[in-house]
């Protein structure tokens, strides 16, 4: 019986070894990351600097910069690249998708002018960042992914993380979702070379659209970034 107690102890002693050592590494790992954020948002701040002449605004919102600063955009890359999460470029999330460079998503979101009580249509989700970013800022954020592995991983992840604000659909995001608007604001992350007629619609008077990927024509109504 003594022996049988004294392999309990040792093996309790080194399960509570091995679970603190888990919780150390996580704890390092964490305060890397959180490092390694704030040094992105240094970056987000002095591309701004640069391109001030061209985006026509010497600074983004602080409401922007800090839900930079907040969401761990290492959660929203294949583990395989995590140590490259916070570089200020795009990165592969599969599929034949990247997840966007974070002066581009600062930039995007900063444009869109969101206020706390905002409903938000995303169209393309990716891994769910840009929607995460949005979560921290507005009331409610709805997003579309058209490639379903895509969606549905990135609709998980933002329910484990706790972005609960966040819903998420599978579909082809030139239709919208009509059902849930109009919507104070629609990102567009997904490349398009028109704004798509259904989310005019979608949008409310005076709300914001905004597609990195769009060329606007002379005389057109609806400019990105711009009221419409």
């Known amino acids: 019986m003594r022996a049988r107690e004294t392999y309990l102890v040792r ?53 922007v910069m800090s839900a930079m600063g907040t969401v761990p955009r290492h959660q929203f890359v294949p583990a395989s690249i995590q140590s490259n999460a916070y570089e200020n470029r795009p990165l592969p999330i599969g599929h034949g998708q990247t997840i966007s460079q974070p002066y581009i998503v600062a930039l995007m979101t900063d444009l869109v ?52 604000n966040v819903e998420t659909r599978i579909g082809d995001g030139y239709y919208g979702w009509p059902e849930q608007g109009p919507f104070d604001a629609i990102v567009v992350t997904a490349a398009s070379s ?10 409310k008077a005076r709300g914001h659209y905004v597609d990195p990927g769009w060329q606007p024509v002379p005389g057109a109504a609806t400019d990105p970034g711009k009221e419409g």
């Open 113 to 164: 002018d969101l206020d706390e009580q905002d409903t938000v249509l995303e169209i393309g989700t990716g891994s769910g960042y840009q929607a995460a970013i949005l979560s921290e800022l507005v009331n409610k954020v709805y997003t579309i992914e058209i490639v379903e592995a895509l969606g549905l991983s990135a609709g998980k992840r933002l329910q484990r993380l706790g972005y609960n």
């Open 11 to 63: 093996a309790v002693g080194l399960a509570l070894y091995l679970f603190a050592l888990v919780v150390t590494a996580n704890v390092c790992a964490d305060e890397r990351f959180a490092s390694q954020r704030q040094q992105m948002v240094l970056e987000i701040r002095q591309n701004v600097a640069d391109t001030t002449r061209y985006i026509g605004r010497p600074a983004l919102s602080e409401r």
């Open 194 to 203: 028109h704004i798509p007629p259904p989310l005019v619609q979608q949008i």
